[in-house]
């Protein structure tokens, strides 16, 4: 089975730096859909940054942009989000997710079919 673990998440001062990894077991990343989406309390769950169409394109959201880097070791089956000038606005459970898919709506949660268990997210001000 396909399985996605985060970590490095915690609490952090605003504009700090924060690198979370998502590892990845049971199959590989290399053409699936796959990246980083976020939850803030009473808010709607929400792209982050994902790659997709077999690895050719990134997207980022607008509000991360400048700030975050998505990247994918492959040898090591590794996602990583360096997160770094925080904001509290960035406070949320983050989440890995991949499809098995090589084309999909990017931003969209609904095309994504595996998830991790999330690691939260915490800037302070």
């Known amino acids: 089975q396909v399985q996605l673990v985060e970590s490095g998440g915690g609490s952090v001062q605003a504009g700090g730096s924060l690198r979370l990894a998502c590892a990845g077991s049971?199959?590989?990343?290399?053409?699936?859909?796959k990246g980083w989406f976020r939850q803030g309390s009473g808010k709607e769950r929400e792209a982050v940054a994902t790659i997709y169409g077999g690895g050719r394109y990134i997207y980022y959201a607008d509000s991360v942009k400048g700030r975050f880097a998505i990247s994918l070791d492959s040898a090591k089956n590794t996602l990583y989000l360096q997160m770094n000038s925080l904001k509290s606005e960035d406070t949320a459970m983050y989440y890995c997710a991949a499809a098995p898919v090589k084309y999909c709506d990017p931003a969209s949660p609904r095309d994504y079919s595996y998830w991790g268990q999330g690691t939260q997210v915490t800037v302070s001000s």
């Open positions: 049971g199959y590989t990343f290399s053409t699936f859909c």
